[in-house]
T-cell receptor, first 113, second 113 residues
Framework: NAGVTQTPKFQVLKTGQSMTLQCAQD?????MYWYRQDPGMGLRLIYY???????DKGEVPNGYNVSRLNKREFSLRLESAAPSQTSVYFC????????????FGQGTRLTVV | AQSVTQLGSHVSVSEGALVLLRCNYS??????LFWYVQYPNQGLQLLLK??????LVKGINGFEAEFKKSETSFHLTKPSAHMSDAAEYFC???????????FGAGTRLAVHP
């Protein structure tokens, strides 16, 4: 039972490079989320997807794009990485329409130099 | 918009002492509240959640939280701290449609002998 799987676990980018963070869940959840975690700021919601085919902006969407490829997969893309995007990124999933817990991946530690 | 505020970014207690981590929410309607824990270099896992069935909610590892509407609070407590409780704790609130999950800034708990 894999739960929520994120790849890669670590990444170093140069300023201006692009990359896609991958996330997949095997729990048949409708809702998926991308957060970034920075010291002293907790987890801030970047984008979320309440169901396949829909995506919405969260608290800090600038500089990011997302794709809900299918029910299982939700990817986060940085088109032109900036040092301010150095962070730990977490993907999560949960059932939609219910007050249920979110399940988290192990995170991706991204450094932009 | 729903939000939560965690008072105290760092809390330090002695082993065996009471743990009290504070969380206040802002909501015009009954909120759906959660406490998550994050151990070093790991993702988040659910400690407990408030579902309106009871104001005192018991979670894993001996933690509990009390929902107080008059104080708009959902503080997390544990009667006796253990060294293994050292972690970062996050309070979170779900919006009315259950789609968004918004986190507080987190409280890092240190437990010393």
């Amino acid at each position: 039972n894999a739960g929520v799987t994120q790849t890669p676990k670590f990444q170093v980018l140069k300023t201006g490079q692009s990359m896609t963070l991958q996330c997949a869940q095997d729990m048949n959840h409708n809702s998926m989320y991308w957060y970034r975690q920075d010291p002293g700021m907790g987890l801030r919601l970047i984008y979320y997807s309440a169901s396949e085919g829909t995506t919405d902006k969260g608290e800090v969407p600038n500089g990011y794009n997302v794709s809900r490829l299918n029910k299982r997969e939700f990817s986060l893309r940085l088109e032109s990485a900036a040092p301010s995007q150095t962070s730990v990124y977490f993907c999560a999933s949960r059932k939609t329409g219910e007050n249920t817990e979110a399940f988290f991946g192990q995170g991706t530690r991204l450094t932009v130099v | 918009a729903q939000s939560v505020t965690q008072l105290g970014s760092h809390v330090s207690v002695s082993e065996g002492a009471l743990v009290l981590l504070r969380c206040n929410y802002s909501s015009s309607v009954p909120p759906y509240l959660f406490w998550y824990v994050q151990y070093p270099n790991q993702g988040l896992q659910l400690l407990l959640k408030y579902t309106s069935a009871a104001t005192l909610v018991k979670g894993i590892n001996g933690f509990e939280a009390e929902f107080k509407k008059s104080e708009t609070s959902f503080h997390l407590t544990k009667p006796s701290a253990h060294m293994s409780d050292a972690a970062e704790y996050f309070c979170a609130v779900s919006d009315d449609s259950y789609n968004k999950l918004i986190f507080g800034a987190g409280t890092r708990l240190a437990v010393h002998p």
